[in-house]
C-alpha cells in the first residue's frame, strides 16, 4: 500500500522534530494516518488523533463476541489449549480454498457470512485455529470431508469452540483426531461494518447535483483486517484462492477482486453477484466495494480492462490515472516479461480512505485526492503524487501480490521496492516531471532524517512491526536504489525476473531476494555486500579530508550518522530494542568527482572491515562525493573544501547536477544545525542561487533557509534574513515569470520561487499572484487559476487582503465538494497577516460548525507557521484552557503544539507558569511538559548562538543597489 509520496507545500517541510519523530506539516493534513501511528506509537499526543482516524495495531478483544454455548471463558493463568498463546498459526492447517457469501444489510450496516474453507491437514490434530476478530457465530462450525456438508460426507463432531481474543483466534476442537487429508470447514456469522477506516467499512459523501447524502461501503485489510470480514488464515504465507458471492440492495452496485460472472435479482430488493474465482493469493489483499460510482475503461497491449472508478462528479478527472495505471501496466509486463495475470483491474477513488493506495490484486482503491487529477484544482505536487502513487500500486502486482513477503517483518521487500520502481517506472511515462529527482526530495531525503534518529531496522525482528512508515517506504526504496546503481540495470532487472519467476504464487524473505540476485549476478554478492544496509539500522556519516601525508589524496572515514549528536554512534541505544549485527559500520559504495575532470564518476568500496578509504584527489581541487545522491548516507569535508565548491558553483553552477548541489545544500546544513560544520559552509552554498532556475536546488535552499527564517522570526534579525533571501530568489522571480508555460518541472520551479518570493516580500509577484487571484475572485468560471499556480495565488490572496478575501476562500473549503480543492484553500487560509483574522480563525477551529473538528490541530499547527500567527496561537490556548481541558482531557499535547516555536525568555517563563497554574497528573504529562519547555529553550539558545552570525553574514552579503 502506499502512504508517501508527499505532497508538500514548502512551507510545510520545516519538518517539525520531537522525539525523533517528523511530521511535516502536510503529514498532518494528507497523511495524519502516518504520523498518528507514529505518534502513538510513543504515546505523544493521543487522544488528539483519535477522532481523525481509528489506529488499530491489534485486535481490540473487546469487539469479539460469539453465542455458542460452549464457550469457556478464558482464564488468567492461559490459553485453554496450548497452541493459542502462540501469535503464529500452527502449521498442521493450510487453506486452499475459500467459498464464501456475504449478504450486506445496508440498514443496520452489518453483513451475514457464510464461508466455506478447504483445508489441508498435514499433520494429524483435533484442533483448528483461524482468526477472527469482531465476528460474532451463529452456530457452532461444522467440519466434513465433503464440501457440501450433507449425509454423504462424514461429519467430525466439534467438541468445543470459542474465541480467543488475544490473538484474534477462533478455535475448533474436535472430538477425534483428523488424518493428514483435505476437510471442510463450515462458519455461520455476522460482522459489523465498521466506522472507522480500516476491515470493511462505510463512508458518505454528499452528491454534487442534488447533495444528498450517500453512504458508501469500502475495505481495507492490510495489515490484519480480513479477520474482520470472514474467519481466515490471516497471515501472508497461508495463500489460498477464494470465491465471493456477495447480496447487496439492488440500489447499489458493487465490485470485487475478479470479474463478475453473474448477477441475479432476488426476492428482497436484493442483487446476488456472483464472482470468479482468484489466483493463489494473501488474505491482505481482498477487497470489497458497495457504491453508485461511474467508470472510465481502457485496454492495455494485451488486452486487459482496465477501469478507473468514481464518484459521478469527478468521472471527468480520472484519464489521467486511467493513463498513468494502462501505460504502467503495459510497463511493467515489459521489464519483467510476466504478463499481468488477472482479466481486470479496477481503480475506485474512495471518498474516505486512510492511506493514499491500496494494491488489492485486481481492485485497487484510492483516496480521492491520489487518483483524481483536475488541471486547474490539482496541484503539481499532487499530480506527481498521483502518478507515483498509482504506479506503486501497479509495481505491487508483481513485488507483493504475485510474490509476497513470508511475514511481515520483511514488508520492505514489496514496500521498498514499490517505491522505488514507481519512480523508476512513471518517470518513463512522465518524463518532464523529473520523477527520479522527485525521489531524493519525497523519499531518500525523509528517510535520511527519520534513520537518524527514532529508527528500526529494514527487516526487524518478527515480533516487531509491521512497520508502514518512512523507514520500510523511503529508506527501502533508497536502499533498492542503490542496489539498482551499483550492480547496474541489466543485472537488478535480470534478478528481478529471476526471483519473481522463482516465487510466483508464493511467499519469500530479503535472503532469498538477494540470493537471486547473488546467483544472477556473477561473481558478486548482494547479501555480503548490502546486508548491514538491512539487517542494523541507521546509515554511515562519510567524512573525505585531506591526506595530510599526501597533496594528491584524500581519507574517507565512516561513522554511523546521529541527529543526536551527543549520542555514541557506534553503541546500541540502551532504550531501543535493535542491536546491531554490524557495529554500525557499513559496505559503501563510494563515488565521486574531483574538479580536475567532473564530468568522470570515480568509483571505491569502503568495506566496512576496514578503519579508512584512500582515495585520489588531486592537489588544488575540490571533491564531491556521492554523485547524484545515490548512497543513502551524507557526506563532509573541511572547510575549505566546502568554500571551493561554493566558488565553483558561483563561476558555473553547470559544473554539478541538480541532484549534487541539492545534496551539498542538504547536507551542509544539517551538519551546521549539528555543530559538525560552521554555518558559513551552507550559506557560502546559497550565493550561487542568484543565477538558478531549476527546481531542486531552489526547493532544498528554500526548505532550509524558510527554517533559519522560522528560528529568527521575532529577533532583529530577522529583517537581515528576509532581505537576503529575497535578493537571491529576485533573478529567478523575474526569469520564471508567473505565466503557467513550460513543463511540468519548469512549472514546479516556478511555484516553488513564487511561493517563498512572495510571502517575503516580492514586489513583482505579489502585484502577479494578487492580480490572478482577484481575478478569479470576480469570476471563478472564466478566470480560473492553473492548479500550479493556485496554492501561491491563493496564499498571496490572503496574506495581502482583507477578512474579504480570507472568507472568499474559506466559502470555498465550506462547500466544495472536490478534497484537493478543498485541501489548497485550507493551506492558504493559515496565512493572514491581519491579528483579527487570526483569531477570528483560532475561534473557528473550536467551533464544529465552522471548522470540521477532526481539523482543529491542524489548523494550530499550520498557524504557528505563520509569523504573526505564531504568538496568537498561544495566547488562543492560554486563554481557552477550558476548552480544550474539556475536549482532549489534557492540555498538555494542545501547548507542545502551540508554543514549541517560540523563542523567548518572556514566553518561556509565560509556559511554565501555565505549566503550574493548570497542573496535570496524567501518564504523558510531565514528559509532554519536559519535552515543550526543552523545545523552547533549544529555540532560544539557538537564536543567541546563531542569530548575530546569521546577521553578519547576510548583512555582508546583502548588496545594496
Ligand atoms: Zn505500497
Given at each position: 500500500m502506499s502512504e508517501k509520496n508527499h505532497p508538500s507545500y514548502h512551507e510545510n517541510d520545516h519538518a517539525e522534530k520531537q522525539n525523533g519523530i517528523y511530521c511535516s506539516l502536510v503529514n498532518l493534513v494528507t497523511f495524519i494516518a502516518v504520523c498518528v501511528i507514529l505518534i502513538v506509537t510513543v504515546g505523544l499526543i493521543t487522544g488528539l488523533i483519535s477522532h481523525r482516524i481509528i489506529v488499530k495495531s491489534t485486535p481490540i478483544s473487546s469487539t469479539v463476541r460469539h453465542t455458542t454455548p460452549t464457550m469457556i471463558p478464558t482464564t488468567l493463568t492461559g490459553p485453554k489449549y496450548s497452541q493459542l498463546s502462540n501469535p503464529r498459526l500452527p502449521n498442521t492447517v493450510r487453506p486452499l480454498n475459500y467459498?464464501?457469501?456475504?449478504?450486506?444489510?445496508?440498514?443496520?450496516?452489518?453483513?451475514?457470512?457464510?464461508?466455506?474453507?478447504?483445508?489441508?491437514?498435514?499433520?494429524?490434530?483435533?484442533?483448528?485455529?483461524?482468526?477472527?476478530?469482531?465476528?460474532?457465530?451463529?452456530?457452532?462450525?461444522?467440519?466434513?470431508?465433503?464440501?457440501?456438508?450433507?449425509?454423504?460426507?462424514?461429519?467430525?463432531?466439534?467438541?468445543?469452540?470459542g474465541t480467543y481474543a488475544k490473538n484474534s483466534y477462533y478455535y475448533v476442537v474436535l472430538r477425534e483426531n483428523l488424518a493428514i487429508g483435505v476437510y471442510y470447514i463450515k462458519f455461520n456469522y455476522v460482522a459489523a461494518i465498521s466506522s472507522g477506516l480500516f476491515g470493511l467499512y462505510k463512508y458518505?459523501?454528499?452528491?454534487?447535483?442534488?447533495?444528498?447524502?450517500?453512504?458508501?461501503?469500502?475495505?481495507?485489510?492490510?495489515?490484519?483486517?480480513?479477520?474482520?470480514?470472514?474467519?481466515?488464515?490471516?497471515?501472508?504465507?497461508?495463500?489460498?484462492?477464494?470465491?465471493?458471492?456477495?447480496?447487496?440492495?439492488?440500489?447499489?452496485?458493487?465490485?470485487?477482486?475478479?470479474?463478475?460472472?453473474?448477477k441475479e435479482a432476488m426476492a428482497n430488493n436484493k442483487n446476488r453477484y456472483q464472482f470468479g474465482t482468484t489466483l493463489v493469493m494473501s488474505t491482505y489483499l481482498l477487497a470489497f466495494t458497495v457504491d453508485n460510482f461511474d467508470f472510465v475503461e481502457g485496454r492495455t497491449a494485451r488486452n486487459t480492462r482496465i477501469r478507473v472508478y468514481a464518484r459521478e462528479s469527478v468521472k471527468n478527472d480520472t484519464y489521467f490515472a486511467l493513463g498513468v495505471a494502462t501505460n504502467m501496466t503495459e510497463f511493467f509486463e515489459n521489464l519483467l516479461a510476466i504478463?499481468?495475470?488477472?482479466?481486470?483491474?479496477?481503480?475506485?477513488?474512495?471518498?474516505?480512505?486512510?492511506?493514499?493506495?491500496?494494491?488489492?490484486?485486481?481492485?485497487?482503491?484510492?483516496?480521492?485526492?491520489?487518483?483524481i487529477y483536475n488541471?486547474?484544482?490539482?496541484?503539481?505536487?499532487?499530480?506527481?503524487?498521483?502518478?507515483?502513487?498509482?504506479?506503486?500500486?501497479?509495481?505491487?502486482?508483481?513485488?507483493?501480490?504475485?510474490?509476497?513477503?513470508?511475514?511481515?517483518?520483511?514488508?520492505?521487500?514489496?514496500?521498498?521496492?514499490?517505491?522505488?520502481?514507481?519512480?523508476?517506472?512513471?518517470?518513463?511515462?512522465l518524463p518532464s516531471m523529473k520523477l527520479m529527482e522527485f525521489f531524493t526530495v519525497d523519499e531518500l531525503r525523509n528517510g535520511l532524517v527519520v534513520d537518524s534518529s527514532a529508527s528500526h531496522p529494514l527487516v526487524p525482528p518478527a515480533q516487531y512491526g509491521p512497520f508502514f512508515d518512512v523507514i520500510t517506504y523511503s529508506k527501502g526504496g533508497s536502499i533498492f536504489r542503490m542496489i539498482h546503481n551499483y550492480v547496474g540495470n541489466d543485472d537488478f532487472v535480470a534478478s528481478l525476473k529471476h526471483y519473481l519467476t522463482k516465487f510466483s504464487y508464493k511467499t519469500a524473505?530479503?535472503?532469498?531476494?538477494?540470493?537471486?540476485?547473488?546467483?544472477?549476478?556473477?561473481?558478486?554478492?548482494?547479501?555480503?555486500?548490502?546486508?548491514?544496509?538491512?539487517?542494523?539500522?541507521?546509515y554511515p556519516l562519510v567524512t573525505v579530508t585531506r591526506d595530510s601525508s599526501n597533496t594528491n589524496g584524500g581519507i574517507v572515514n565512516q561513522a554511523r550518522y546521529l541527529s543526536n549528536t551527543n549520542a555514541n554512534p557506534s553503541v546500541d541505544n540502551p532504550t531501543s530494542p535493535y542491536k546491531s549485527t554490524c557495529g554500525y559500520k557499513w559496505n559503501i559504495p563510494i563515488t565521486y568527482v574531483t574538479s580536475n575532470n567532473p564530468t568522470t564518476t570515480m568509483k571505491a568500496n569502503f568495506y566496512k572491515n576496514t578503519s579508512n578509504l584512500q582515495i585520489s584527489w588531486p592537489n588544488n581541487t575540490w571533491i564531491k562525493a556521492n554523485i547524484d545522491q545515490i548512497g543513502f548516507y551524507r557526506v563532509n569535508y573541511d572547510l575549505s573544501n566546502w568554500d571551493a565548491l561554493a566558488t565553483a558553483l558561483q563561476i558555473d553552477h553547470s559544473v554539478l547536477s541538480n541532484l549534487d548541489i541539492a545534496s551539498l545544500l542538504d547536507d551542509a546544513f544539517q551538519f551546521a544545525a549539528n555543530d559538525m560544520v560552521d554555518y558559513m559552509a551552507p550559506l557560502n552554498l546559497t550565493k550561487y542561487l542568484s543565477k538558478e532556475i531549476d527546481f531542486l536546488p531552489w526547493h532544498m535552499a528554500n526548505k532550509h533557509l524558510d527554517t533559519i527564517g522560522g528560528r529568527l522570526t521575532g529577533s532583529s534579525y530577522y529583517q537581515d534574513y528576509i532581505q537576503y533571501h529575497l535578493q537571491i530568489l529576485k533573478p529567478a522571480v523575474d526569469t520564471l515569470g508567473v505565466i503557467d508555460i513550460g513543463t511540468d518541472i519548469e512549472k514546479e520551479a516556478r511555484s516553488e520561487v513564487l511561493k517563498s518570493a512572495c510571502t517575503l516580500g516580492n514586489t513583482a509577484c505579489i502585484v502577479n499572484t494578487s492580480r490572478m487571484f482577484y481575478a478569479y475572485m470576480q469570476d471563478p468560471i472564466r478566470n480560473k487559476i492553473p492548479g500550479s499556480l493556485r496554492e501561491v495565488a491563493f496564499r498571496t490572496g490572503i496574506e495581502y487582503g482583507s477578512v474579504q478575501e480570507w472568507d472568499f476562500v474559506y466559502n470555498i473549503y465550506r462547500t466544495t465538494l472536490i478534497p484537493t480543492e478543498r485541501s489548497s484553500a485550507f493551506y492558504a487560509m493559515s496565512f493572514p497577516r491581519d491579528p483579527y483574522i487570526i483569531n477570528r480563525y483560532l475561534q473557528f477551529a473550536t467551533d464544529p460548525t465552522k471548522i470540521d473538528p477532526s481539523n482543529t490541530m491542524t489548523v494550530f499547527v499550520f498557524l504557528t507557521f505563520n509569523p504573526v500567527g505564531r504568538d496568537l496561537v498561544w495566547e488562543y490556548v492560554r486563554q481557552n484552557t477550558g476548552y480544550f481541558m474539556n475536549r482532549f482531557k489534557s492540555t498538555r499535547p494542545i501547548v507542545n503544539i502551540a508554543s514549541r516555536r517560540l523563542n523567548s525568555q518572556f514566553r518561556l517563563n509565560q509556559v511554565k507558569q501555565f505549566f503550574k497554574d493548570h497542573p496535570e497528573s496524567g501518564p504523558n504529562a510531565a514528559a509532554s511538559e519536559a519535552q515543550t519547555i526543552a523545545a523552547i529553550n533549544a529555540n532560544i539558545k539557538y537564536l543567541n548562538k546563531y542569530g548575530k552570525t546569521f546577521s553578519t553574514w547576510f548583512k555582508q552579503n546583502i548588496k545594496m543597489d
Open positions: 467459498t464464501f457469501q456475504l449478504d450486506f444489510d445496508m440498514n443496520q450496516f452489518k453483513i451475514n457470512g457464510i464461508n466455506v474453507i478447504e483445508i489441508n491437514v498435514t499433520s494429524t490434530t483435533n484442533i483448528i485455529l483461524v482468526h477472527a476478530d469482531g465476528l460474532t457465530m451463529l452456530a457452532a462450525p461444522q467440519v466434513a470431508n465433503h464440501a457440501n456438508f450433507n449425509t454423504n460426507s462424514t461429519n467430525f463432531a466439534v467438541a468445543d469452540h458518505q459523501y454528499t452528491r454534487a447535483f442534488d447533495h444528498e447524502v450517500i453512504w458508501g461501503i469500502a475495505s481495507q485489510l492490510e495489515a490484519s483486517y480480513a479477520r474482520q470480514v470472514l474467519p481466515c488464515f490471516d497471515e501472508p504465507a497461508l495463500k489460498a484462492r477464494f470465491t465471493a458471492t456477495i447480496i447487496i440492495p439492488n440500489n447499489y452496485t458493487t465490485r470485487w477482486n475478479m470479474p463478475l460472472l453473474k504478463p499481468y495475470p488477472l482479466p481486470k483491474q479496477d481503480h475506485v477513488a474512495i471518498p474516505a480512505f486512510s492511506f493514499t493506495g491500496m494494491e488489492n490484486w485486481g481492485l485497487c482503491l484510492y483516496r480521492e485526492q491520489f487518483i488541471y486547474y484544482l490539482t496541484t503539481l505536487t499532487f499530480k506527481r503524487a498521483i502518478a507515483t502513487t498509482i504506479t506503486n500500486e501497479i509495481a505491487h502486482m508483481w513485488f507483493g501480490n504475485l510474490v509476497t513477503m513470508t511475514f511481515w517483518n520483511h514488508l520492505w521487500t514489496k514496500e521498498g521496492m514499490a517505491t522505488f520502481l514507481s519512480s523508476y517506472a512513471a518517470n518513463t511515462y524473505i530479503t535472503e532469498q531476494l538477494f540470493a537471486v540476485m547473488t546467483t544472477t549476478i556473477n561473481k558478486f554478492n548482494v547479501s555480503n555486500y548490502f546486508d548491514c544496509w538491512v539487517y542494523q539500522m541507521g
